[in-house]
């Protein structure tokens, strides 16, 4: 299993435990979604996530099958517990398998779906100093686009991967990024690998990244040289043609466990195999088009720990 964000990595690690006493790919990764969606210091995916414009907790999310290529979404849903399990629920639907805003919620309400407040008394501070710091200064309002991806392999060979986000603090209302969309927030084929994106949506969306990593790996790269071709080509690319490049990274994992990560920007992510345990790593842009990947340190890890759970005035 990989995932993106030291966020993830709790969720991680519980969820291996399942895969290593022979689990299913799909109950693990919806397991390790829901333990970043259910923490309420995590303020870019589920509880405590970050709202709209107008204070609003829009969520998007998605799941799909790498055995089969069922994919269910959501996008812009609200108050509810979990949109990683609407999603895979949905998934399970040849018709209507992603929904949107109103409908989705109603969705979920109608499966029987926890309902819950999902913004919490902090995330809404976060946001009311937010709303006042860009009038005082006149400041481009939106700040943070982090999506928990994870990509699962199982004991039998199946494939899962899924997404969950909040999206970008203080988007417009009705605003949806790559998360929920296939081929760009993820993509999996059990018989080859599966990729998930994280950060600016409406930038990785022009890419098609995570699709374009899996073809990457069919054609015989291994993950992370699939990985480094397809972030950093287009990195150049956008940035040659659209001016600039908002910030992405990009994780993989081949139908074998080997994983591999490129990103243009500081980024961490959370892997076990079945040859290493479960641990952080740091991942940077590195020399010609390549990504240099180092442990976390235990400083690193205090010093996020110590900022996430910082009070807010």
Not at 96 to 116: D, H, I, P, Q, W
Not at 151 to 179: C, I, N, W
Request: charged letters at 20%; proline letters at 4%.
């Amino acid at each position: 299993m990989i995932a993106t964000w030291r966020m993830a990595h709790d969720g991680v690690v519980a969820a291996s435990q399942k895969l290593a006493a022979n689990g299913s790919a799909g109950d693990a990764v919806e397991q390790a979604i829901q333990a970043v969606e259910d923490y309420p210091f995590y303020k870019s995916v589920g509880y405590g996530g970050l709202p709209n414009a107008e204070g609003i907790l829009e969520m998007d999310a998605a799941y799909m099958d790498g055995d089969t290529f069922k994919i269910g979404a959501v996008a812009g849903i609200t108050d509810t517990k979990n949109p990683i399990s609407v999603a895979r629920k949905l998934s399970n639907d040849k018709f209507n398998s992603f929904r949107v805003g109103s409908g989705a919620t109603k969705y979920a309400m109608l499966e029987g779906f926890e309902r819950c407040n999902m913004l919490t008394a902090r995330a809404k501070k976060i946001w009311e100093n937010r709303v006042a710091e860009v009038a005082k200064h006149n400041l481009n309002p939106y700040d943070g686009h982090d999506t928990v991806g994870v990509v699962g392999l199982d004991q039998s060979g199946s494939m899962v991967t899924g997404t969950s986000s909040s999206g970008l603090f203080m988007k417009r209302p009705g605003r949806v990024g790559d998360s929920p969309l296939s081929g760009s927030g993820f993509y999996v084929d059990s018989e080859i690998g599966g990729a998930a994106a994280t950060g600016l949506g409406e930038d990785l969306m022009k890419g098609c990244l995570s699709y374009e990593i899996v073809r990457l790996m069919g054609e015989g790269l291994s993950p992370q040289a699939a990985c480094d071709q397809a972030v950093y080509r287009f990195h150049d690319k956008l940035t040659a043609r659209y001016g600039k490049a908002g910030a992405f990274s990009l994780i993989a994992m081949d139908k074998d466990g080997n994983w591999g990560v490129a990103t243009n920007v500081e980024f961490t992510f959370s892997v076990v195999n079945d040859r290493e345990p479960a641990a952080i790593y740091l991942a940077h842009p590195g020399e010609n088009q390549t990504t240099k990947i180092e442990p976390i340190t235990q400083e690193w890890l205090d010093a996020y720990e110590k900022r996430i759970k910082a009070p807010i005035d």
